[in-house]
């Protein structure tokens, strides 16, 4: 019994420092501005919503939470042929809005 405690724990420490998700090569360039504002010289191409499984939440910090959210906002802009985002909502239960943007004045 005290080893599959072990086992069990081993693998949930594990986990917890794994990334879930990543980042798909076309969003390697995409711009994550800290807020809606940052980005008013842009043209806004509307949003996307992104989610943990939630699971996912419950084995990661906060911190670790919004990377993972924002590596699907990026890869969510690039599939919509943009180059920028923006949160546009708090986390709330793993999931948050960002807004998507095209910044003519960026060549990444």
Known sequence: MFF???ALSSVVLALAGCSFVELEPKAKNIIVAPNTDALNR???MGTTSVSLWSRAENLQTPEQIEEQLTILGRNSAAKMGAN????????V???RTYRIYN???YQG
């Not at 920028?84 to 986390?91: L, R, V, Y």
Request: with cysteine; proline share 10%.
């Open 84 to 91: 920028a985002i923006a949160p546009a909502s708090p986390i």
């Open 103 to 105: 910044c003519s004045f």
């Open 93 to 95: 239960e793993g999931q």
């Open 42 to 44: 842009c043209t806004d």
């Open 4 to 6: 599959a405690r072990l």
